[in-house]
């Protein structure tokens, strides 16, 4: 072990704005491409989950139309709060430019983009709006063509739901952590061992 | 906006030890409870396909033995490289005991535990190695008692994959998006448009 002793004298230019927090900043919303409704139940209601429980305020499923899935997904922000929103889009190519002119950026994660360490302080940097494309089994070349970025989380295979999540994560620098859900019914309350849950009526 | 000018003197004392990477530290294995062959199927991939792309060394799975689902994985790591690992643990509670016999640290998962931002430095200093428990669908009271933590991955319900993949994020310091797995057969070369993948002739 080495002790050293330093003094340093810094002169530091403080500039002070306006400060406004990331959620008060941009809108995220996330597209899902190709849902097929036998096969992808599960990894779309995990992708669908993870997008409101880390910051997103809308998704938009496109493939096949999936009543029963958008209607448990409903029924978990009816119990568990806040205002998500499910969409289903069957054109998407229509709103990802509408997205873009309207002022807002999108973002296709895929396992082949830049990676996200390189590009995550400038996507982060822009306060436009942000639409997370997260592919399907087939993804066109167009989509890769319209987007302002692609995105790789690690150049490895895994999954969409890791790397919405990571991506969310990256973007909102850890503030979805902190993330409070209005007008919940099931409030859980964190604890080292154990379940505890405080449970609003309504 | 205002300007401020700010002259600072700060007298530090830094103790330099032994600098070690995490990956030289401990070693991350990852259980996954109660596997379901139909039912799980996917979802257990994609739990595996993170743990391994996050910097686990092996997965171990409990439930319904799956040779279908250990096979494909196998299949992946000789194609994208490394030595991930996967084992079928018929007992898990076993293996549990046998991790903190032999001086390791078992992290259970579960939005009911201590919020990650909370506990993952103290988590992180610690050397030990890490089995990080991902639950099925009923866990046990003897899972949360004997676990070292119980730890959530915000309070709200999403899934276990980004679960993971945030709480392996969060140890490794996003350190594992630079991974290199050896010996790969196809490797991404990321790029801000359309595909680049190295074959590598075995």
Redesign the interface.
Known sequence: ?????????????????NIITISDMMNINVLRLDHRSK?DA??TT?VC??A???GASKIYLSGEEDEKLMKNLED?VDR?GGSFEIQYKKSYMNLIEEWQNNGGEVIHLT????????VIGNIRDSSKDKLIVVGGSRVP?KV??KSN??V????????E??S???FQ?MLMD?K????K?DDAVF??I????????NIHDQ
């Open positions: 072990m080495i002790i050293i002793n330093v003094t340093i004298t810094i002169t530091l230019t403080i500039t002070i704005m096969r599960r990894i995990h989950l993870t409101r429980a880390f978990v568990w396992m082949y983009g830049s990676q996200v360490q390189d070349t890769y063509k970025w692609n790789s989380i690690t150049t490895q295979p895994h999954s739901v890791s919405l999540a990571i994560h850890g979805e952590l902190d993330l859900f409030e859980v964190p604890t080292a061992e154990g379940k505890k849950v």
